[in-house]
């Protein structure tokens, strides 16, 4: 099973109201080498305002955005790709990283190739460190910049850490 792992920017709270602005996804393997990135152009004439400032975007360049059937087919075929079997979605916030990209799948491609689960990233460390209050973010070593390969890099970069430093039995 090969693990992606992903993060998304968006202009809401929910997917259909409001728009995924653009999301990352690295294939979680030693060197984070494979990665996508789209950017899609909103689908919605709903925004907020400070939703959107975290992507750092202006509503005025997400205007000029990728079609989002576009992006999400280019990413159901970098999926292909880069995974020998199928994929496994994993993200720092499944929650919110999952809904957004499960909807998107669906409704601009028919199809959601990661299928009906996802992982969380929290979740799996809190379970290895016996701790609901610890955080794996200290071992992240890319930055959180809120673009999202990046924060996706660094996300695989903790689960990396987790397989080497704990034994964590992951397929790469």
């Not at 990209?101 to 491609?109: E, V």
Request: charged share 20%; hydrophobic share 35%.
């Amino acid at each position: 099973m090969a693990y992606i792992m992903v993060d998304i920017e968006s202009d809401g709270p929910i997917p259909g109201d409001y728009s995924m602005i653009s999301f990352g996804a690295v294939l979680v393997q030693d060197g984070l080498k494979e990665t996508f990135y789209g950017q899609l152009k909103p689908i919605s004439e709903n925004y907020i305002p400070e939703a959107l400032a975290v992507s750092g975007h202006t509503r005025e360049e997400t205007l000029n955005f990728d079609d989002p059937a576009k992006v999400m087919n280019d990413f159901a075929a970098w999926l292909k790709r880069v995974c020998h079997d199928k994929p496994h979605f994993i993200s720092d916030n499944n929650g919110f990283d999952w809904m957004f990209i499960c909807w998107y799948f669906h409704h601009f491609t028919g199809d959601n190739p990661f299928g009906f689960s996802s992982q969380n990233l929290g979740s799996l460390y809190k379970g290895i460190v016996k701790d609901m209050f610890q955080n794996f973010k200290h071992l992240r070593q890319t930055s959180h910049t809120h673009h999202p390969v990046d924060d996706a890099k660094g996300n695989a970069e903790a689960l990396l850490t987790l397989k080497h430093e704990y034994g964590l039995k992951i397929k790469l």
